[in-house]
């Protein structure tokens, strides 16, 4: 009697696990407290120099990533197609290489890959200054300058529209 209650008993419990077990979205969404976001200056991969003042009145998505980065690199078709829904609605998105080869690495890296947003270069110092301790690490700031999200993982496109919507004024 009680080897046949243990048997159904098991498959009852491996099957429950089996099911609980959702898949990981592969990012964390980290708590912000909508801080001002870091003031920076970055060069990008054409030699141009950007400031975070020169981005004021648009929501920006920054993306700390590099080349080597197999969960950066998977993330790079979703940030694409987010940056190209979204380039016309006040929205910028932005890759900020650590790549210890510089321009040429990634330059190299981005040859034959349809990526248009653009790519800067973040020194050590820039990666300090956001606490930059894993990558891809994204961050999403608002048009005021504050920090409006930010994850740790791959992003999926979904997920960034989820926390860039609420920033994007209805009337556009």
Not at 27 to 46: H, N, V, Y
Not at 62 to 76: G, H, S
Not at 115 to 140: C, D, H, K, N
Request: proline share 7%; with cysteine; aromatic share 8%.
């Amino acid at each position: 009697m009680k080897g046949r209650l243990v048997y159904p008993f098991l498959l009852a419990v491996v099957a429950g696990w089996l099911v609980s077990r959702q898949p990981s979205p592969g990012f964390q969404r980290i708590p912000t407290g909508r801080s001002l976001a870091p003031s920076w200056t970055m060069t990008d991969i054409e030699g141009r120099i950007l400031n975070s003042g020169d981005l004021a009145g648009k929501i920006v998505v920054l993306n700390f990533w590099a080349t080597w980065c197999p969960p950066c690199r998977r993330e790079l078709p979703d940030l694409e197609a987010f940056h190209t829904r979204h380039r016309d609605r006040g929205v910028v998105v932005l890759g900020a290489s650590i790549d210890d080869g510089g321009t040429n690495a990634v330059l190299g890296f981005l040859k034959g890959r349809s990526i248009t947003y653009r790519q800067l270069m973040a020194t050590p110092e820039i990666q300090s200054t956001f606490g930059i301790a894993s990558i891809p690490s994204t961050w999403v700031i608002g048009k005021d300058g504050r920090v409006e999200a930010r994850y740790l993982g791959a992003l999926t496109q979904d997920e960034l529209s989820r926390a860039v919507a609420p920033l994007i004024p209805a009337d556009r």
